[in-house]
C-alpha cells in the first residue's frame, strides 16, 4: 500500500508547471551561439519571498561546467533584459539552467533546478524537468533509500505539488508496463484527492485547485469541487459512498483518457492487453511443462 506524508521546509521552489509557471525560457540555435529569453512572474512564491533577495540564474553545461551567472534584479524589482542573452560557443540541448533567489547572506530562499527551454510546440505553461519530460501535476522521484516500493508525498517542500516518491528500479518498470503504471499512479490519485478532501490545511493550496481542475476535466463536470472534510464523511468517520463514487469515476476516466506511453492505447486497455499477454504466457509455459 501507498503511505502519505506531510512534510514542509523553509526553502520556497519556484513553480515551473502548467499551468501557471513562474519562469519560462525561450531560446534558439544562432550558429554556434544559443540565445534566450526569460520570463519571471512570481505570483504565487513572492509572499514566501523578501522583497531585496537576488535573483541569479545559472547556465550549466550537462557535463557540469557551471558558466556566467546572470543577474535577474531583486523579488521586488525584477530586471530582466527584453532583448535577450547569450551563451556562446554551446548548443541548447547540451544547457540546463538553475534559478536561486538568495537574501544578503547568502541564505537561499527559492530555487529551481534542471530547467530546460520550453519546447516550441509547448504550452506556455509548460517547462522541461530534468529528465527532458514535462512537469506534471503528480511527479514520480526515484529515492534509492525508500524501503517501501512507493509513497505520496503532499508537499515534499513547500510550492511542490504532489509528488510519488518509488524504489530504484520503480520508475521505469511504471513507464514500460501497464500493468504496474495502472497500479501505482491510480493508487496515489485516491491518496491524492482523499488528503485534499481530509485535510482542511489544504484550503487555498495551488495544486489542489490544479487536481480540481483537472477532475473537472476527468469526469466532465465543469462545477466539480473538492467536498468539505465534513460533507464527506459519514457517520462512521469513513468517506460516504458518493465520495467514493467520485473516486472510482476519477480513476476509471484517467485510465480511458490516458495514454499508455508509447502507444495508442489507453492505459486502461494497455493494461487488460498486458493481463491478458501474461496469462497466454502462463498458459503456454504450464502446457510444455
Known amino acids: 500500500m501507498g503511505q502519505i506524508t506531510l512534510q514542509k521546509r523553509k526553502r520556497r521552489k519556484i513553480t515551473t508547471a502548467?499551468?501557471?509557471?513562474?519562469?519560462?525560457?525561450?531560446?534558439?540555435?544562432e550558429n554556434e551561439n544559443v540565445k534566450f529569453f526569460v520570463k519571471i512572474n512570481l505570483v504565487d512564491s513572492e509572499k514566501y519571498l523578501s522583497k531585496d533577495s537576488k535573483i541569479i540564474l545559472y547556465p550549466m553545461t550537462k557535463q557540469g561546467v557551471v558558466l556566467l551567472p546572470?543577474?535577474?534584479?531583486?523579488?521586488g524589482k525584477i530586471e530582466i533584459d527584453e532583448k535577450g542573452y547569450f551563451v556562446t560557443d554551446e548548443m541548447m540541448e547540451?544547457?540546463?539552467?538553475?534559478?536561486?533567489?538568495?537574501?544578503?547572506?547568502?541564505n537561499v530562499e527559492g530555487f529551481a533546478y534542471k530547467l530546460r527551454f520550453k519546447k516550441p510546440e509547448s504550452g506556455e505553461g509548460?517547462?522541461?524537468?530534468?529528465?527532458?519530460?514535462?512537469?506534471?501535476i503528480l511527479p514520480?522521484?526515484?529515492?534509492?533509500?525508500?524501503?517501501?516500493?512507493?509513497?505520496?508525498?503532499?508537499?515534499?517542500?513547500?510550492?511542490?505539488?504532489?509528488?510519488?516518491?518509488?524504489?530504484?528500479?520503480?520508475?521505469?518498470?511504471?513507464?514500460?508496463?501497464?500493468i504496474t503504471q495502472y497500479i501505482v499512479t491510480t493508487s496515489a490519485i485516491k491518496t491524492i484527492i482523499t488528503n485534499y478532501i481530509l485535510d482542511r490545511e489544504?484550503?487555498?493550496?495551488?495544486?489542489?485547485?490544479?487536481?480540481?481542475?483537472?477532475?473537472?476535466?476527468l469526469i466532465n463536470d465543469k462545477k466539480f469541487t473538492f467536498p468539505s472534510r465534513e460533507?464527506?464523511?459519514?457517520?462512521?468517520?469513513?468517506?460516504?459512498?458518493e465520495i467514493e463514487d467520485i473516486i472510482e469515476d476519477v480513476i476509471t476516466q484517467f485510465g480511458r483518457k490516458r495514454k499508455f506511453r508509447g502507444t495508442q492505447y489507453s492505459l486502461s486497455d494497455a493494461f487488460i492487453n498486458e493481463v491478458s499477454l501474461s496469462q497466454e504466457e502462463?498458459?503456454?509455459?504450464?502446457?510444455?511443462?
Open 231 to 241: 460533507e464527506a464523511l459519514d457517520r462512521s468517520g469513513t468517506l460516504n459512498s
Open 202 to 217: 489544504s484550503d487555498g493550496d495551488l495544486f489542489k485547485e490544479k487536481w480540481e481542475i483537472l477532475i473537472k476535466d
Open 282 to 289: 502462463g498458459e503456454n509455459e504450464n502446457d510444455s511443462m
Open 140 to 178: 514520480i522521484v526515484e529515492d534509492p533509500n525508500q524501503s517501501i516500493p512507493f509513497k505520496v508525498l503532499m508537499q515534499p517542500v513547500q510550492g511542490e505539488p504532489p509528488t510519488l516518491f518509488v524504489r530504484t528500479g520503480l520508475k521505469n518498470k511504471i513507464k514500460s508496463s501497464a
Open 70 to 75: 546572470i543577474y535577474l534584479g531583486t523579488v
Open 94 to 106: 547540451n544547457l540546463y539552467f538553475n534559478l536561486k533567489i538568495s537574501t544578503a547572506n547568502s
Open 126 to 136: 509548460e517547462v522541461e524537468d530534468q529528465d527532458g519530460d514535462q512537469q506534471s
Open 18 to 29: 502548467f499551468p501557471t509557471p513562474e519562469i519560462i525560457l525561450e531560446g534558439f540555435q
